[in-house]
C-alpha cells in the first residue's frame, strides 16, 4: 500500500524508479535533439551533471 507521499512501503522503491524514469526521458530528449546518430560520452556527461546541479526540465 502507497504512503501519503505516493511511495510504496518503507523501500522508497518507487521514488527510485521514477528517478531513472526522468532520467532515461531527459537522455531520450538529449538524443532526439543531437544530429549525431548516438549521444557522444560528453552529450551524456552534460545531461546528468545538469540533473546533479538542478539544472533540469
Do not use: P
Amino acid at each position: 500500500m502507497a504512503s501519503a507521499d505516493g511511495r510504496a512501503g518503507a523501500g522508497g522503491h518507487d521514488k527510485t524508479a521514477l528517478d531513472e524514469i526522468e532520467l532515461a526521458g531527459e537522455l531520450m530528449i538529449a538524443a532526439s535533439a543531437s544530429s549525431d546518430e548516438r549521444l557522444a560520452d560528453e552529450e551524456i556527461d552534460e545531461v546528468l551533471l545538469d540533473r546533479r546541479t538542478g539544472g533540469g526540465g
